[in-house]
Protein backbone atom coordinates (compact mmCIF):
# COMPACT_ATOMS: atom_id res chain seq x y z
CA UNK A 1 0.00 0.00 0.00
CA UNK A 2 1.23 3.52 -1.10
CA UNK A 3 2.01 6.03 1.93
CA UNK A 4 0.75 9.08 1.99
CA UNK A 5 2.65 11.80 1.26
CA UNK A 6 0.69 14.30 3.83
CA UNK A 7 2.96 15.15 6.71
CA UNK A 8 0.07 17.28 8.65
CA UNK A 9 -0.28 15.17 11.30
CA UNK A 10 3.40 13.86 11.55
CA UNK A 11 4.72 17.36 11.38
CA UNK A 12 7.24 18.44 13.90
CA UNK A 13 6.87 21.91 16.13
CA UNK A 14 9.67 24.30 15.10
CA UNK A 15 12.19 24.91 18.13
CA UNK A 16 12.63 27.85 19.15
CA UNK A 17 15.52 30.26 18.50
CA UNK A 18 18.17 30.39 21.30
CA UNK A 19 17.67 33.48 23.18
CA UNK A 20 21.82 34.65 22.20
CA UNK A 21 24.22 32.91 20.01
CA UNK A 22 26.93 33.63 22.31
CA UNK A 23 29.01 30.08 22.44
CA UNK A 24 28.66 27.49 24.78
CA UNK A 25 29.28 24.19 25.82
CA UNK A 26 27.66 21.15 26.58
CA UNK A 27 28.35 19.85 30.47
CA UNK A 28 27.23 16.77 32.00
CA UNK A 29 27.10 16.05 35.22
CA UNK A 30 26.23 12.61 37.39
CA UNK A 31 23.23 12.32 39.75
CA UNK A 32 21.16 9.99 41.61
CA UNK A 33 17.57 10.32 43.01
CA UNK A 34 15.43 8.30 44.85
CA UNK A 35 11.88 7.89 45.19
CA UNK A 36 9.21 5.65 47.15
CA UNK A 37 6.58 6.58 43.82
CA UNK A 38 8.22 5.10 40.92
CA UNK A 39 11.57 5.60 38.69
CA UNK A 40 10.37 8.46 36.83
CA UNK A 41 9.82 10.18 40.19
CA UNK A 42 13.46 9.13 40.96
CA UNK A 43 14.48 10.62 37.71
CA UNK A 44 13.01 13.96 38.46
CA UNK A 45 14.68 13.99 42.16
CA UNK A 46 17.99 13.66 40.52
CA UNK A 47 17.24 16.66 38.38
CA UNK A 48 16.18 18.69 40.91
CA UNK A 49 18.82 17.59 43.44
CA UNK A 50 21.73 18.69 40.51
CA UNK A 51 19.71 22.14 40.32
CA UNK A 52 23.35 24.21 42.02
CA UNK A 53 25.39 21.85 39.63
CA UNK A 54 23.45 22.00 36.03
CA UNK A 55 20.69 25.37 36.30
CA UNK A 56 18.93 24.42 32.82
CA UNK A 57 19.29 21.47 31.77
CA UNK A 58 19.11 20.25 28.12
CA UNK A 59 18.74 16.55 28.23
CA UNK A 60 18.64 13.50 30.57
CA UNK A 61 20.04 10.07 30.30
CA UNK A 62 19.21 7.33 32.44
CA UNK A 63 21.98 5.17 33.30
CA UNK A 64 21.05 3.16 35.93
CA UNK A 65 18.07 1.73 37.57
CA UNK A 66 17.66 -0.35 40.90
CA UNK A 67 15.21 -0.67 44.25
CA UNK A 68 15.44 -1.06 47.31
CA UNK A 69 13.28 -3.90 48.71
CA UNK A 70 11.48 -4.90 51.96
CA UNK A 71 11.90 -8.44 53.68
CA UNK A 72 8.49 -9.30 51.20
CA UNK A 73 10.12 -8.56 47.99
CA UNK A 74 8.09 -5.56 47.37
CA UNK A 75 9.85 -2.30 46.42
CA UNK A 76 10.61 -0.02 49.28
CA UNK A 77 12.73 2.76 47.55
CA UNK A 78 13.57 3.24 43.65
CA UNK A 79 16.51 4.77 42.95
CA UNK A 80 18.02 6.47 39.70
CA UNK A 81 21.08 7.03 38.56
CA UNK A 82 21.72 9.96 35.40
CA UNK A 83 23.86 12.28 33.85
CA UNK A 84 22.45 15.66 32.95
CA UNK A 85 23.23 17.77 30.09
CA UNK A 86 23.19 22.06 30.49
CA UNK A 87 24.78 24.07 28.29
CA UNK A 88 27.50 26.76 29.50
CA UNK A 89 28.15 29.64 28.18
CA UNK A 90 31.66 30.44 27.31
CA UNK A 91 33.63 33.44 27.51
CA UNK A 92 34.89 35.53 24.48
CA UNK A 93 39.10 35.28 23.87
CA UNK A 94 39.27 38.85 23.48
CA UNK A 95 37.68 38.99 27.32
CA UNK A 96 39.50 36.79 28.74
CA UNK A 97 42.59 37.72 27.51
CA UNK A 98 41.64 41.11 28.20
CA UNK A 99 40.82 39.93 31.90
CA UNK A 100 44.47 38.86 32.47
CA UNK A 101 45.95 41.83 31.04
CA UNK A 102 44.24 43.81 34.12
CA UNK A 103 45.19 41.35 36.43
CA UNK A 104 48.71 41.42 35.58
CA UNK A 105 49.29 45.09 35.43
CA UNK A 106 47.43 45.75 39.17
Given at each position: ?28 VDAVGSSTRSW ?7 VRGAKDDAPEP ?49
Amino acid sequence: MPRSRSTGSRATPRRPKPASTAPSAVRIVDAVGSSTRSWDAAVTDAVRGAKDDAPEPIAVEVGRLWADLDGKSAIRRYRASVKIAYRQPLMPPAVARGARTRARGS
